[in-house]
């Protein structure tokens, strides 16, 4: 090791370095480092201990790729406000990183691989379960599966169709009982859930539900919506409403039928347990009157289940029409099937039919508990506690997507989780082309602007 003064005060006078060797002043030179580095107290440079090891060869490698420049330090950016930079697509690099997004990618779309929770407004998530699961609004019966919508009936009020106009007043109305088969073990069941009114009629038309437990019930559904007298020995049923026929007969009063179900489980002795339930909602919503069970087998919308001791649910599901002979809309207010009827007599019938149905092949004389229930909205001149709801057209829509005549066999075999469960994957998929629209919308607004 040569040492140099380069023209700085050295370590060692000039007369003491002449009689040494180069050996003797590199050690003397070490030595004075040493002492240096015990009085200053700060780091010094490494004193070498021992012979020098050769230097290891190493490869020569490329010079390394240049991190790219943070391009939203300031947060994320803004379209027409230039004083704040940034990304116009996502917030920092730290933000993107959390978001799953490689940060050092200069034009990220932000959100891309976040994954998003599919949701629906509250409006839309109340109307979900009141199609579904309209029980539950009246005993509460499987509100546990209500909860994967965000929705508790007990603080909740009762649901509407979420689409205009939005202002009525909401109201349910209910039924329950029990019937017996009969001798031959055959029982027929027919529901009209578009009736509100309270109205003691003796036709054939006017029941809410109609149950025929006669001798010469077979499979078989009972006859109704002829305009004539009910036939005897059908037993008919009608909703504990607070509006009688009259009060919904008023001109500009309307109802709208929100949700409705018909469901029936077997009551009887175990022994005598066995047979076959047929259930059906028609596919146009027709009438149902004297048709076989034979001939609704062949609907998409039939399917049927063994007696047992669950409830077998069978619940409306609306379509655009109630059939083709009246051009009536389900989804907007209509007058009351008791005002029609009282204006065009038996004429008005196939306007609100009686389009579910079971028929029942069980054990002579075997016990049967039915339920009944109606979501309904009013509006009117003399309606009062009208309330405002939320509208939600792409909710509704996406819902009706999915409740539809050919799932109710889903509905019973999975219970309400299952249709449920297929309403939030439909909202999912809209959610996760939605952060896609909006950056390709933000890209257009950047390059035009």
Not at 27 to 38: F, G
Not at 290 to 312: D, M, N
Not at 424 to 449: E, H, N, S
Request: aromatic share 8%.
């Amino acid at each position: 090791m040569m040492v140099k003064n380069n023209g700085r005060k050295s370590f060692m006078s000039a007369p003491k370095r002449r009689g040494m060797t180069p050996q003797q002043r590199e050690a003397a030179y070490l030595q004075s480092m040493q002492s240096a580095r015990n009085r200053s107290g700060y780091p010094l440079p490494r004193i070498p201990r021992g012979p020098r090891q050769p230097q290891r060869a190493v490869q020569r490698q490329a010079p390394r790729p240049r991190r790219p420049v943070q391009r939203n330090r300031g947060g994320g950016g803004a379209i027409g406000n230039p004083s704040v930079r940034g990304n116009f697509f996502g917030g920092t690099q730290a933000q993107m990183r959390m978001q799953g997004t490689p940060a050092n990618n200069p034009m990220p779309l932000g959100r891309r691989n976040m994954p998003v929770q599919g949701r629906l407004s509250k409006c839309a998530s109340l109307y979900a379960v009141g199609v579904v699961n309209p029980f539950s609004f009246v005993d509460g019966s499987l509100s546990k599966y209500n909860t994967s919508m965000g929705i508790n009936v007990e603080n909740s009020e009762l649901p509407c169709i979420p689409e205009y106009p939005a202002k009525s007043r909401k109201t349910k109305v209910f039924a329950r009982g029990i019937f017996t088969t009969n001798v031959t073990g055959g029982a027929g069941l027919l529901l009209a859930p578009n009736r509100l009114a309270n109205l003691a009629g003796t036709d054939d038309y006017t029941p809410w539900l109609i149950i025929d437990t006669t001798v010469a019930a077979g499979p078989i559904f009972p006859n109704a919506d002829s305009g004539g007298v009910v036939t005897p020995g059908y037993a008919v049923i009608m909703p504990n409403s607070d509006y009688t026929a009259p009060a919904l007969a008023g001109v500009g009063t309307t109802t709208r039928l929100v949700g409705a179900g018909l469901r029936i489980r077997y009551a009887g002795t175990e022994l005598n347990r066995g047979g076959i339930v047929h259930c059906v909602e028609h596919i146009s919503h027709s009438s149902l009157s004297g048709l076989t069970v034979a001939t609704v087998s062949q609907f998409e919308s039939y399917f049927r289940t063994p007696v047992i001791r669950e409830w077998l649910t069978l619940v409306y599901t609306p379509i655009n029409t109630l059939n083709a002979q009246a051009n009536v809309d389900e989804l907007h207010f209509n007058n009351d099937p008791s005002r029609l009827f009282s204006v065009l007599g038996a004429a008005a019938g196939p306007s609100y039919p009686h389009f579910m149905g079971m028929v029942v092949n069980a054990s002579a004389q075997s016990v049967f508990e039915y339920e009944v229930v109606g979501l309904f909205e009013i509006q009117g001149p003399t309606i009062r506690d009208l309330t405002y709801s939320e509208s939600d057209i792409v909710g509704s829509q996406m819902i009706r997507n999915v409740v539809r005549p050919e799932t109710q066999l889903i509905r019973n075999e999975e219970g309400p989780s299952g249709i449920f469960k297929l309403i939030r994957q439909g909202a999912q998929l809209l959610t996760d082309i939605v952060p896609i629209g909006i950056g390709i919308g933000k890209t257009i607004a950047r390059a035009l602007f």
